[in-house]
């Protein structure tokens, strides 16, 4: 957002994924289109640093694994 320069108000939409209860379940898939319309933010509000935290991080590293598995299979 900070490098287009362009402030907001920003419309998220077309998000797809599946919504989790209690983190339980399969999930159940987002099929409706959504959109959600964010407050006024400055373009030079937004870091300059990639998002970062521990959950991506895990996801990252499972993503690795699952990819040097796969390919010790071959």
């Given at each position: 957002?900070r490098?287009?320069?362009?402030?907001?108000p920003?419309v998220?939409?077309?998000?797809?994924?599946?919504?989790?209860?209690?983190?339980?379940?399969?999930?159940?898939?987002?099929?409706?289109?959504?959109?959600?319309?964010?407050?006024?933010?400055?373009?030079?509000?937004?870091?300059?640093?990639?998002?970062?935290?521990?959950?991506?991080?895990?996801?990252?590293?499972?993503?690795?694994?699952?990819?040097?598995?796969?390919?010790?299979?071959?």
């Amino acid at each position: 957002m900070r490098a287009s320069g362009f402030d907001g108000p920003y419309v998220v939409r077309d998000l797809h994924g599946y919504w989790h209860e209690n983190a339980q379940g399969p999930g159940v898939p987002i099929i409706e289109p959504l959109e959600f319309v964010t407050q006024r933010y400055r373009a030079d509000e937004f870091s300059d640093q990639e998002w970062d935290s521990e959950e991506k991080r895990q996801r990252i590293a499972l993503y690795e694994q699952t990819v040097a598995l796969a390919a010790s299979a071959h």
